[in-house]
């Protein structure tokens, strides 16, 4: 079992940058990837991005690309997003996530496999 815990969230301006940061416990992630989603009051759960176990690919959905940046450090267990540029679009919970497919470097990530945490909300105001 990985216990999953998010931080970083809050109320930001547009144009403005948070970082999160999500630590997992109860189980090395060293061999999956690791992932972040957010979801919007009303909408689905969303991909956002992710990083391989190696860290050698990631991977961000489209509406972030050159804004958010997916980094991970396997001696902490922790993956972290960056996220510049704000926008009051970005508002949402965003939830963190550990794949459960070893080894996995490929770039579909459905909110199907693994392991959650219980999500930070981020909010942008225009």
């Known amino acids: 079992q990985v216990q999953l815990v998010e931080s970083g969230g809050g109320l930001v301006q547009a144009g403005g940058s948070l970082r999160l940061s999500c630590v997992a416990s109860?189980?090395?992630?060293?061999?999956?990837?690791m992932a972040w989603f957010r979801q919007a009051p009303g909408k689905e759960r969303e991909f956002v991005a992710a990083?391989?176990?190696?860290?050698?690919?990631?991977y961000y959905a489209d509406s972030v690309k050159g804004r958010f940046t997916i980094s991970r450090d396997n001696a902490k267990n922790t993956v972290y997003l960056q996220m510049n540029s704000l926008k009051p679009e970005d508002t949402a919970v965003y939830y963190c996530?550990?794949?459960?497919?070893?080894?996995?470097?490929?770039?579909?990530?459905?909110?199907?496999?693994?392991?959650w945490g219980q999500g930070t909300q981020v909010s942008v105001s225009s």
């Open positions: 996530n550990v794949d459960s497919r070893p080894f996995y470097s490929g770039n579909s990530y459905p909110p199907l496999y693994g392991y």
């Open positions: 109860g189980r090395a992630t060293s061999s999956y990837a």
């Open positions: 990083v391989t176990w190696n860290s050698v690919w990631s």
